[in-house]
C-alpha cells in the first residue's frame, strides 16, 4: 500500500562553533551597471549655458537709449538706428552661420562669434560718435550674435536628438529668455548707478567668460564621441564638411522661396521679431520711463518677462511634439496681439496687479513661436532645416529691425509709443491668419513632425 510522503520536520537552527578559517567566504555582490545620460543632454547643457552666456548683448540696447541721448544727445531714432542694424544682421548672418557649421563645426563657429561679440561690446566704451555705436554694437555685435541665433540651437538640436526635438528646441530657446532673467536687473543696475560704459563692459566679459567653455565640452557631431543620436536606432556616421557654405545657404534660400510655407514662415516670424525684439526688448523700457517709472523697475519687469518665457518656451516645445504646429502658432499670435492691444492703457509710474498680469500674460508667449516654426521648417526642408530656419530666423530680424528703428522714430515724432503698440496688435492678428494657411506636411517621427490633430 502507497506510503504517505513524511513533511520534514522542522526545527531551530543549532549554534555552531566556528573559527575565523572555518567562516564562509564573503559573497560578490552583483554589480549593476548605473545608465548614463546620454551624451546629447550634456551638450544641450553646454549650449543652454553658452546661448545665457551671450544673453547679455540682447538685454543692453533697450537700457542705452536713455543714457545715450542724454550723453551725445543722439536722437532715439539715431540709436534706434544702430539697434536695427544689430538686429539685421542677427538674422542675416544666421543661415550662413548655420552653413559654416557644417564646414568648420559648431565649436569652431561659436567660439569666434563669442569673440567677436566681446570685441564689440568692448569698443562701445571708447565711442564718441554716433556712426561708431552703428559699426561696434550694429555690426560687430551683430555678426557675432548673429552666429549664436536660434540656427545654433537648431543644428544641436538636429544632430543630436531624433526624439524630444520639440522640448529641446523650447528649452535652448528658453535659455536666451533666462540670460534674459539673469542679465536685465544686473545691467540695469549698473547702468542706474555707474553709468552705461561698465554695462558693456560686463557684456563683453560675459561672452568671453562661455568660450572656454564651449572649446573643452561642446562636440559637433554624435560620431565624435561613438554614439548614436538621442532617440536613434542606429548609429549616424559623421557626414564630411560640406565646402561652399555660402553657396549652400544661397542655394537653400533659392529652393526654398519657390515653395508657399516658406513664405508664410518668413512673414509670420517677420511679425513675431517685430513685436518681441524689435518692439518689447528695445521700447519697453523707455516707454515705461515716459510715464514716470524707474529704469530698474521696468529693466525687472522685462526680466520677469523672462522667467515666464522659460515657462512658456518649453511648455510650447512639449506642446510642439503633441500638437498640430500651426495652429499653436495661430493661438500664439493671436494672444500676443490681443495684449499689446491692451498695454497701453496700463503703462504707468508704479507696478500694478494689471501690469503685472500682462508680464505674466506676455511672457508665457514671448518665443513659444519658436519650436513650432523650427518643426516645420524641419518637415518641409528636411537636412537643410536649419539653413532654412536661419532665412525665416533672418526675417524675424529684419521685422525686429524695422520696428526698432520706426517705434524710435514715432516716440520722436508723435512724443508716444502708443500707435506703435497698437500697430503691432494688428499684425499679430495678421500673423495668426498666415500661420493657419500654412499647409501641414506628415512626416513621420523620425523627422520629428508631430501629427496633425
Known sequence: MPQTPQTPE????????????????????????RRRPHRAWS???VTFLTIIG???????????????????????GTIGFAVSVNLALYGLTA??????????????????ALTVIAVGAGLTVFMTAAWQLVLFW?????????????????TVTNRWFTARRGLVTGILTAAGASGQLVFLPVLSWIVDRHDWR????????????????????????????????????????????????ARRAVRALVSAA????????????????????????????????DHGMPMTAAASLLAVIGVFDIAGTIASGWFTD??????????????????LMFLPLLLSDTVHPPMVFFIVFYGLDWVATVPPTIALCRAHYGEDGAIVFGWVLAAHQVGAALIAFLGGLARDAFGTYNPVWYASGALCALAALMALVIRERRTGAAQGQPAAV
Not at 522542522?10 to 554589480?31: I, Q, S
Open 138 to 154: 550694429g555690426v560687430l555685435v551683430g555678426l557675432g550674435s548673429g552666429s549664436m541665433a536660434l540656427a545654433f540651437a537648431a
Open 54 to 76: 551671450a544673453a547679455g548683448f540682447a538685454s543692453l540696447p533697450g537700457l542705452l537709449i536713455d543714457p545715450l541721448h542724454a550723453e551725445f544727445h543722439w536722437s532715439r
Open 43 to 45: 551638450v544641450a547643457a
Open 198 to 245: 561698465p554695462a558693456a563692459v560686463t557684456v563683453a566679459l560675459a561672452a568671453l567668460a562661455v568660450v572656454p567653455l564651449v572649446w573643452l565640452l561642446l562636440r559637433d557631431h554624435p560620431a565624435d564621441v561613438g554614439v548614436a543620436p538621442y532617440g536613434a536606432d542606429a548609429f549616424v556616421p559623421k557626414p564630411p564638411p560640406q565646402r561652399g557654405a
Open 258 to 289: 519657390r515653395t508657399g510655407p516658406f513664405w508664410l514662415l518668413a512673414g509670420t516670424f517677420a511679425i513675431c521679431g517685430a513685436t518681441t525684439n524689435g518692439l518689447v526688448k528695445t521700447h519697453f523700457v523707455p516707454a515705461a520711463h
Open 95 to 112: 543661415p550662413f552661420a548655420a552653413a559654416l557649421m557644417d564646414r568648420f563645426g559648431i565649436r569652431r563657429v561659436v567660439a569666434v
Open 322 to 339: 503633441r500638437f498640430n504646429t500651426r495652429r499653436l502658432l495661430a493661438v500664439y499670435y493671436g494672444l500676443r496681439g490681443l495684449s
Open 10 to 33: 522542522l526545527r531551530p537552527p543549532v549554534a555552531e562553533a566556528r573559527t575565523p578559517a572555518a567562516a564562509p567566504a564573503p559573497v560578490a555582490a552583483e554589480v549593476v551597471p
